[in-house]
């Protein structure tokens, strides 16, 4: 019955979904969370460029335009040169989602925390805070619809999930 | 139709990798700047406010380096975004538009929730406000009798009372996500058709479609308008337009790393 149910659920609100739910053992292609240690999470700090891979949220102060790479970082670009609007430099902040900056100060989701950093020179930042414990993360993957492992949240932090071969995966997305 | 849904949307998906670089010197001036619509973080005077699914809380952020958290305001799950305008807070949510009211900018108080009968999906349905009402973008996809489709929409509120939102207008669109204005126009991203949406909004209790002003672009996820240059953001790079007065975009940079 609770099978039924919730293959119900699940085919009839199809796609995304913020929920997830207890599911009948299943193996087959699904989705597998991306961990990094909890002892990883203080590696921020002022990188190299990268490439955007998969924009996130967005910001413009003056001509510095900051882009989330979700679970990774932040690209600072400089638009001031219309002919040279490369990225300048990479905020690494592993787990990050989402992030605003006020007066020099970026502050960002890490997993569950809240990390503030001083940016005023975007080449060398600050890592200032760690406020734990204050975020409720997603614990399944974003605009998927399908089986995935379950999050275990003794492992670490989830950066991102990739897709993988399941064995006998309890947890579904449903809507 | 729902795997192009799927791959557009999954702008807001995590992903990874890593590539090469280059620097230059450069700092920044102090100085407040203008966030995306598509974003759960939001700052004014000395407090920041996040959003968790269900909740809104409120960080005294007067020592930058120990924010502490001072209220909490649960609400129904699906809260998405946060806009911030004069003086008011309006979070986008799946279940509806929430407007909050900031006499005690410490504590955060419910004024209004809007309710919808469908209940919306996704991560990315923003709202931007000006003078008197609230843009909001919104996608839904319904399930009829086997067949999935899509309904999306801009909803424009009337808002001069916070208590009491009033839907004036709404227009049907193809998967949008973020928005943004000058005096005159409203940009919305309009992922499903690749197409920056133009609306004429110098008469808010009229607005007009402009679609001799709108715009092709790859993938439109978020926009920040700057004076008379506006930033697109898509999927892996985002897109420099110049903004004319009479609303048409002009030119672009396009930047991917």
């Known amino acids: 019955m609770r099978f039924t149910f919730s293959l119900i659920i699940a085919s009839s609100l199809f796609l995304f979904s913020c929920h997830q739910e207890e599911y009948l053992a299943y193996s087959g292609m699904g989705k597998t969370p991306i961990y990094i240690p909890f002892s990883e999470l203080d590696n921020i700090g002022s990188q190299a460029p990268q490439s955007i891979e998969q924009s996130g949220p967005i910001f413009l102060i003056g001509d510095f335009f900051f882009m989330v790479e979700a679970g990774k970082g932040i690209h600072v670009f400089d638009l001031s040169d219309v002919d040279q609007q490369n990225s300048i430099a990479f905020i690494s902040i592993p787990a990050v989602t989402d992030f605003t900056i006020d007066d020099n100060i970026l502050f960002a989701d890490s997993w569950k925390d809240l990390v503030s950093i001083d940016i005023s020179d975007i080449h060398n ?51 | 139709m729902n795997k192009a849904l799927f791959i557009i949307l999954s702008a807001c998906l995590f992903s990874f990798l890593a590539c090469d670089s280059e620097s230059a010197l450069s700092s920044i001036e102090s100085s407040n700047g203008t966030s995306g619509s598509i974003t759960r973080f939001a700052t004014l005077g000395d407090f920041m406010y996040t959003l968790n699914p269900n909740e809104l809380q409120t960080f005294d952020i007067t020592d930058p380096s120990k924010p502490v958290l001072v209220s909490e305001l649960e609400t129904d799950y699906g809260l998405e975004t946060i806009f911030i305008y004069e003086n008011r807070i ?74 009491n939102p009033i839907l004036s207008q709404s227009f049907e669109l193809d998967i949008p996500n973020g928005l943004g204005y000058t005096d005159q126009y409203l940009y919305v991203c309009s992922t499903g058709s690749e197409t920056l949406k133009v609306f004429d909004i110098s008469d808010p209790t009229a607005v007009v479609e402009r679609p001799d002003l709108d715009y092709p672009i790859e993938e439109p996820f978020d926009i920040i308008v700057d004076g008379d240059r506006m930033i697109v953001s898509s999927t892996d790079k985002f897109f420099i337009l110049d903004l004319n007065e009479d609303g048409s975009i002009a030119h672009e940079s396009i930047i991917s790393k």
């Open chain 2, 90 to 163: 309006y979070l986008g949510s799946r279940t509806g538009l929430f407007i909050l009211g900031l006499d005690n900018p410490a504590e955060p108080n419910l004024l209004s929730q809007t309710l919808r009968e469908d209940e919306f999906f996704g991560a990315c349905d923003p709202v931007v406000v000006k003078d008197n009402y609230a843009y909001s973008t919104i996608k839904t996809i319904v399930n009829v009798c086997g067949n999935l489709n899509t309904q999306s929409a801009l909803l424009i509120y009337e808002v001069s009372n916070p208590s």
């Open chain 1, 125 to 175: 930042v600050v890592f200032l805070s760690r406020t734990t414990d204050v975020f409720d993360p997603f614990l399944f993957p974003q605009l998927f619809n399908g089986p995935f492992e379950c999050v275990d949240e003794n492992r670490g932090a989830v950066i991102g999930w990739e897709d993988k071969n399941l064995e006998n995966v309890f947890c579904h997305t449903v809507n």
